[in-house]
């Protein structure tokens, strides 16, 4: 489970999903509560699990991190831009636009990163405190949230 092509949220749920169902369910004879409590994953996918939030937190710890670096970049390019410009009010306006969108697109990849952190460290917390079948309802429900998006 821990070999994914990207380090998100949603790649490590999906990985936890399909190692811990047992196989197809065809025809669905089985009461619902019996499904849950026969495709609860074992402690070692759980592990997985922990190691793959982990990894995941890590990772947006150091793309926030960026994130913050390009902001610094952008802000003192335009500033020098600005400066060595003063002259010339049409630079500036064309500096001020551009340097909007480049701090908005930034922004929001922070936001992003940050709503996926909190939700991993929630996830993270969770975990230890829940029991198989009740985690695997926790991220059944988390996953199709993703999957609505």
């Known amino acids: 489970m821990t070999k994914h092509a990207s380090n998100t949220l949603r790649a490590a749920l999906q990985g ?18 019996v499904r849950v ?26 793309y926030f991190n960026i994130c913050v670096g390009a902001l610094v970049i ?16 049409k630079h500036i306006a064309a500096v001020f636009a551009g340097t909007g969108v480049s701090v908005m697109a930034v922004v ?15 996830l993270l917390t969770i975990v230890g405190s829940l029991g198989a079948a ?3 309802k926790v991220v059944d429900t988390i996953l199709k949230s993703y999957l609505n998006k």
């Open 16 to 33: 936890f999903q399909l190692t811990s169902d047992s196989g197809p369910h065809f025809g669905e004879t089985l009461d619902r509560t």
């Open 37 to 62: 409590t026969e495709a609860a994953p074992s402690t070692e996918q759980v592990k997985l699990l922990r190691a793959d939030l982990n990894r995941i937190v890590r990772s947006n710890s150091v």
């Open 108 to 122: 929001h990849q922070m936001i992003r990163a940050w709503k996926e952190k909190v939700s991993s460290d929630l």
């Open 134 to 136: 009740e985690l695997k």
């Open 74 to 89: 952008v802000f003192a390019g335009a500033c020098v831009f600005v400066y060595s410009s003063l002259n010339d009010p």
